[in-house]
């Protein structure tokens, strides 16, 4: 299996009252109820756009310097993701497609180069 990256840049979505990102959310939310029955579903995350931003870090000498506050240097950022764990690209394109069609807005697919590592056990695990 590969892993793959979907994601859509904040700067897509139009602007949305309440409800119709509810709506939304509802319609992704039962896309990533499929992935996980399926169980290709590693994992998502979204909501993100510029009020979110903690910081910005960079390394000025060898040491890290932060800047507080939402400073995108650019009008692209991430909005939301999935990580998937599915055989090939066309099952990567036909998620990506499920989500674009649940969100009515684009979405990214991406391939990473090698499995990527675990961070965090589930505390039921030992």
């Known amino acids: ?14 602007e949305h009252t309440a409800e119709e990102i509810s709506a939304k959310g509802t319609a992704a939310r039962a896309v990533v109820d499929e992935m996980l029955a399926e169980g290709v579903l590693i994992f998502t995350n979204g909501a993100l ?15 890290p310097v932060f800047t507080d506050g939402p400073y995108v240097e650019t009008k692209e950022h991430l909005g939301g993701f999935v990580v ?3 055989p090939d690209d066309e099952a990567a394109r036909y998620w990506a497609g499920r ?3 649940a969100l009515d807005w684009p979405q990214e697919v991406h391939r990473f180069r090698g499995p990527g590592r675990v961070g965090r056990r589930d505390p039921g695990q030992e």
């Open 1 to 14: 299996m590969t892993e793959y990256l979907i994601a859509f840049n904040d700067e897509w979505v139009p």
């Open 49 to 63: 756009d510029r009020s979110t931003v903690v910081c910005g870090v960079e390394s000025v000498d060898g040491k």
């Open 84 to 86: 998937l764990d599915v």
């Open 99 to 101: 989500l674009a069609t």
